[in-house]
Each structure stands twice: as structure tokens, then as C-alpha cells.
């Protein structure tokens, strides 16, 4: 167990729609990492927040949003959701986001768009 | 950017067999390097990480790696392995420092059997 929940563990919806993902990170730690895993793409980088703050975008597309709340949980909003959004998305932590710092992963999210 | 590539995507050992998975990444300036390691329905755990000095990095459960800069690569080694040690493996990198993100950029992994 890494410390990082995430929530819930599958989500089943339909196109068009959208969904909410959740992540509370390790605690201590101020640093949050959103991540795809797809068949197609492998393990993707979309989004860091650091204390509340975004710090860096990766391949996050536009229908996708992210914030990190004052208690420093994260969600991760897709929207207009396409079949080829369903994947693994992970959550991860760090202690103070620097590059060098540890990340530790969630479970992961398995999102399958019908 | 950085990218990463492992070179063999499923590989299959016996027990006590010398594992050593490959790694190479693209980048132009300094970096940091993981190998991250996923068991079957369990979280992403992180083996061992580079960041400076020695380049021969000791990490959990007997695993170990090297960083070899002239080559750009970052190689898994295990002398033994064991039946346990069947996971996906992944190789990712961050820049040091700098533009680019602070998030890791991973390999596609390789996925390991080890069979008794």
C-alpha cells in the first residue's frame, strides 16, 4: 500500500458523458501527478498540481481538467468522453514535487467508455 | 523532449536465471532515471532511482542498476531471479532541471515471467 487512494477503482459510462475522478495523497505530501495508461500509448504524464497550484501540463487533452483542493486532494474531470479515453489513470504523490522526489502511485482508476 | 525505450517487451525466465532489461532514453541534458516496478493488481512501486554519483545503483529486492551516460542507457540487472519477480517493468526519466515537465516520461515496460 503506497499511501495514495484513489476513486473509484472502475467506472463504466458512454460517450458524450462526463466523470470525476478522485485522488488523496500520501500524507505529507504536497505534490500531485496525474497519469494515462493505455493499451496504445503506455504510461502518459497529464498534469502536476503542487499545494493547490498547477506546476506543469503534460499530454492532457483540453476535455480534461484537473484541480488539487485546499486539503490537497485532486480531481481529474474528463469530458465529452470518446471511446478512446478508456484507460488506467493513475494518481500519484510527492513529497514537495521537486524532479528528483519519489512518486508514489495509487491503485489506478480503470475507466471504460461504451 | 525525453522519451524513453525498452528494448524487449515480454521476457521469459526461468528461476535463478541473471535478468538484465534494457532501458534507453532520448534527452539532451541531464536526467534523472526510475525503474518502477508493477506486480500483478498491485500499484506502480519504485525499485531504484539515479540521480547523481555512483552510477551503479542498488535498489529493493536485490535489483540494481547502472547508468552508463555515454550510451543514454540505464540497465535492470537481478543475478537470480525469482518466481515472485513476475511483474511489468518500467524505465522513466524526468529532466533535471530546466524546461519540460516534472512529470516522468515512461517506457512501454516489459513484461516479466519468471517460471519455477
Known amino acids: 500500500d503506497s499511501g495514495v487512494t484513489q476513486t473509484p477503482k472502475h467506472l463504466i459510462t458512454a460517450t458524450g458523458q462526463r466523470v470525476t475522478l478522485r485522488c488523496s495523497p500520501r500524507?505529507?505530501?504536497?505534490?500531485v501527478y496525474w497519469y494515462q495508461q493505455s493499451l496504445d500509448q503506455g504510461l502518459q504524464f497529464l498534469i502536476q498540481?503542487?499545494?493547490?497550484?498547477?506546476?506543469a501540463k503534460g499530454n492532457i487533452l483540453e476535455r480534461f481538467s484537473a484541480q488539487q483542493f485546499p486539503d490537497l486532494h485532486s480531481e481529474l474531470n474528463l469530458s465529452s468522453l470518446e471511446l478512446g479515453d478508456s484507460a488506467l489513470y493513475f494518481c500519484?504523490?510527492?513529497?514537495?514535487?521537486?524532479?528528483?522526489?519519489?512518486?508514489?502511485f495509487g491503485p489506478g482508476t480503470r475507466l471504460t467508455v461504451l | 523532449a525525453q522519451s524513453v525505450s525498452q528494448h524487449n517487451h515480454h521476457v521469459i525466465l526461468s528461476e535463478a536465471a541473471s535478468l538484465e532489461l534494457g532501458c534507453n532514453y532520448s534527452?539532451?541534458?541531464?536526467?534523472?532515471l526510475f525503474w518502477y516496478v508493477q506486480y500483478p493488481g498491485q500499484h506502480l512501486q519504485l525499485l531504484l532511482k539515479?540521480?547523481?554519483?555512483?552510477?551503479l545503483v542498488k535498489g529493493i529486492k536485490g535489483f540494481e542498476a547502472e547508468f552508463i551516460k555515454s550510451k543514454f542507457s540505464f540497465n535492470l540487472r537481478k543475478p537470480s531471479v525469482q518466481w515472485s519477480d513476475t511483474a511489468e517493468y518500467f524505465c522513466?526519466?524526468?529532466?533535471?532541471?530546466?524546461?519540460?515537465?516534472?512529470?516522468?516520461?515512461f517506457g512501454k515496460g516489459t513484461h516479466l515471467i519468471i517460471q519455477p
Open positions: 500519484a504523490s510527492s513529497h514537495r514535487g521537486g524532479r528528483a522526489d519519489t512518486q508514489y
Open positions: 500524507s505529507g505530501d504536497l505534490s
Open positions: 498540481y503542487y499545494n493547490g497550484e498547477e506546476r
Open positions: 534527452y539532451g541534458g541531464t536526467v534523472n
Open positions: 539515479y540521480f547523481s554519483g555512483d552510477p
Open positions: 522513466a526519466v524526468n529532466a533535471r532541471s530546466g524546461g519540460g515537465a516534472d512529470g516522468l516520461t
